[in-house]
């Protein structure tokens, strides 16, 4: 396994394994607990409850029902992280399009999108920012909510422009709908969720915050006796933490040989505009041509100490990987969610997903580096 023969051979030093172990374990431990969140939350009904109070809000009204979808995308990224939007909000979305009689690609497609950029305002949003939040000498949020809320903004204005004319006209709802397994639980869950919210945008320690939030959960489901959706062994994705290490480590150990000064010539240096745009480009093109996991650990240095590159790389491998399929651990999830869940009654998406990330990843990238250039200290 590369996680133990890198730093048993010694191609990674043992001082930079102990290093990265310090730095890393607490997100991977985030990254196990949340799931279990995520996981619980969807045997409790949460998200199928939010969904079917989104079809009643909406009045018929197709354009209305768009705009809740993405307020619960938006929400579940931002609180929840982005693979738990792929993964739990992208079936529920095309049940409710099934539900409206709504074409269900522009509302998949919709939280494909968000699922990548509303994942910048919180350090829980994304792995990525995890790993950065402590560079920010001011707290992640007090540098990022800017750039973020521009990102979101130009998300929402080009994915309307895109999708608009399948959001017109009426629905009427087909059938009941779920219904929560227990109310009770279901109520508690929804008051959990917020008390992470809370406790998240307050910056207070991820890793316990999280592992509090899933024991609760997880006594509350034992309490009211609700099997969650999958096996209790399945409820922790170890083979997604052990992935995810194993990137670690992995760009670890080209760091100790020199990858770091290669990158740099290319991601080049300094604070200014054209600056921030080569960062910023390197990033995308890095994102999308591997993933955004390993090019944003690759190029972490050629941002030095600089808060403005900092935030300006994030960005880019946040709201940047949108155009190949691999880009993002959220898109690959968020494919096989859409296969499973359309049972083939709708063409292949590569195409609509490709189409609108070359649309959607510059202009949204760039409306991100251009909030930090424009926000940065004179």
């Not at 102990?18 to 990254?31: N, Q, W």
Request: glycine share 8%; net charge positive; proline share 7%.
């Amino acid at each position: 396994m590369v996680v133990v023969a890198l730093p048993a051979t010694g191609l990674l030093p043992a001082a930079d394994a102990r290093d990265l172990l310090v730095r890393t374990g607490p997100v991977l431990v985030f990254l196990l607990a949340i799931t279990v969140v995520a996981e619980l939350c969807a045997g409790a009904g949460l998200f199928d409850a939010v969904a079917a109070r989104a079809a009643r809000l909406a009045g018929g009204r197709r354009i209305v029902l768009w705009v809740l979808v993405v307020l619960l995308a938006t929400a579940s990224t931002v609180v929840l992280s982005l693979d738990t939007t792929a993964v739990l909000v992208t079936p529920v979305v095309l049940a409710l399009a099934r539900r409206t009689g709504t074409r269900p690609l522009p509302l998949a497609l919709t939280v494909l999108a968000l699922a990548n950029t509303a994942s910048l305002l919180l350090p829980v949003s994304n792995l990525t920012n995890l790993l950065a939040a402590d560079r920010f000498g001011t707290g992640y949020v007090g540098v990022m909510w800017a750039p973020a809320l521009a990102v979101l903004a130009v998300t929402v204005v080009v994915l309307l422009a895109l999708h608009g004319r399948h959001l017109r006209g009426r629905f009427d709802l087909v059938g009941p709908g779920p219904t929560p397994p227990d109310r009770v639980l279901l109520r508690v869950t929804g008051a959990v969720v917020v008390l992470l919210a809370v406790a998240f945008a307050l910056e207070l320690p991820v890793a316990p915050t999280a592992l509090a939030g899933a024991a609760v959960l997880a006594l509350a489901t034992w309490w009211r006796r609700v099997r969650p959706l999958v096996p209790v062994r399945e409820l922790l994705p170890w083979r997604s933490a052990v992935v995810v290490a194993a990137l670690f480590v992995v760009v670890e150990t080209w760091h100790a040989h020199g990858l770091g000064d290669l990158l740099a010539t290319v991601a080049g240096t300094g604070d200014g505009p054209g600056d921030l745009a080569r960062l910023a480009a390197t990033g995308v093109v890095a994102a999308n041509l591997v993933n955004n996991l390993p090019a944003f650990l690759a190029l972490l240095p050629a941002a030095g100490e600089s808060a403005d590159r900092l935030a300006t790389l994030l960005v880019a491998v946040n709201a940047g990987p949108l155009i190949t399929p691999w880009a993002s651990l959220a898109t690959v999830l968020w494919w096989q969610q859409y296969r499973r869940h359309t049972f083939g009654q709708e063409a292949p998406p590569a195409w609509h997903v490709i189409r609108q990330g070359l649309v959607l990843a510059p202009l949204a990238v760039a409306a991100g580096v251009a909030v930090v250039a424009l926000t940065r200290p004179t």
